[in-house]
């Protein structure tokens, strides 16, 4: 008879290094773990939030995240022995989401990589090929003489994205689609953050180099290899991947036993303008008609486009009527007027997510889910505590509610750190 063949995983704390966390609401203030570093994305919450929530949930098997960001919870969940389904609406950060936790054969991308560096390191396409139906200001000469590339950083960054598109295999083009994407923000004229994106001081004086192009994705490329090969023994390297607006395909997840996200925030910032760069340029959005697309799938926590804002009627003495009913009264001080009908209607859809899980979840599932308060006009909308209120009309008791951090107000409201974060742990009734 033959010996038991033992496999030896990569443990959950050998990726995190056991670093100590600020808080698990977020990974602003800790160290940046492999993988994190591929396209920093510093509104996840931390990996140990996963893990906490798997200990305490017991035998768990499968997890869902309908709001995927970065990949946190898929990543963590395969490290944890987890197989997680993920659902996220920006294109960009599902293939992110993808190249991070699908399997590879490390040599076929090693040359996928060196295919690319052949044919496209030094060499120039035309961007007016690429960006036909892109804002003008994408490439020099830009509008009123600003713009986001030069047209030599561009005709680099395209000579790339050409060559990775005509690579065989679809990880290994996934993969380097997303390094090159992960490049265009560092190439730009431009700084992009939580608060949107602004022009870098003094770019024209300091222009980037199309050389730098070839730098980056080169640097990157070699990061990631080195993150896949040193970390491809995960306990779970199963997945599920979907792409599109989570209150239309949450029903076609499969069944699991706990939910992990944080949903966007009821702040009234698109988050896909934080992406707008890298949905272009990559070809994810070729014109106004799908960037619309794209911006209407998106849950409605912001007023940044018209569209339809209809939701149910609060429940009469809920905590969301009397919120409502107080943003009502200084109606002529929101600085947007359909304020108060966006957060109606985005209490309708983190209702519509939460129905959706209770199908989803096996008896006694729990959702972990990360959210954060707003305040408009001095009046403050305490989404943790509506939505814990709201739980048992979508099928969940709530466990507890645990603020994780104070989070800093907009300049509007006085800047403080004054807007609670909280998590909130539901279990399936």
Known sequence: MAPAVSTA??????????????????????????????RRFKEAFAPELVRLAIEETGRVERVIDPFGGSGTTALAAQ????????????????????????????DAVVRGFTQVVELAHGKSRDPAEFLTNAPPTF????????????????????????????LEGAPTRRLLKVLLGATAVPASNALVSGKGRRYRRHWKETPVRAAAIDEMFEHGVLSALFDLRRFEARRCRDYEVLRGDARARLAEIEPADMAIFSPPYPNSFDYTDVYNIELWMMGYLNGAAENRRLREATLRSHVQIKRDLSAQAPLPGSLLER??????????KLWNPDITAMIAAYFDDIGAILTGLS????????????????RY?????????????????????????????????????????????????????
């Open 9 to 38: 995983y990569v443990a959950f704390e050998e990726w995190t290094g056991r670093r100590d966390v600020p808080t698990l609401g977020t990974n602003a203030g800790a160290p940046t773990l492999p993988f994190q570093g591929w």
């Open 79 to 106: 490290f944890l022995g987890v197989r997680p389904s993920t659902i996220e609406v920006n294109p960009f950060l599902a293939d992110l989401i993808e190249a991070k936790i699908a399997r590879y054969e490390i």
């Open 139 to 166: 490439v020099e000469p830009g509008v009123n003489d600003r713009y986001l590339f030069s047209k030599d950083v561009a005709a680099r960054f395209f000579a790339y994205r050409s060559a990775i598109e005509g």
């Open 323 to 332: 919120t409502l009913g107080a943003l009502a009264t200084v109606q002529a």
């Open 359 to 374: 199908v989803r979840l096996r008896e006694c599932g729990r959702v972990y889910m990360v959210v954060g308060d707003s």
């Open 377 to 429: 006009a001095g009046v403050d909308v305490p989404v943790a505590a509506i939505l814990a209120e709201q739980a048992p009309n979508h099928g969940f008791e709530l466990v507890r509610a645990e603020p994780f951090r104070s989070m800093r107000a907009s300049p509007q409201q006085g800047g403080g750190h004054e807007l609670s974060e909280t998590l909130l742990v539901l279990a399936r009734g």
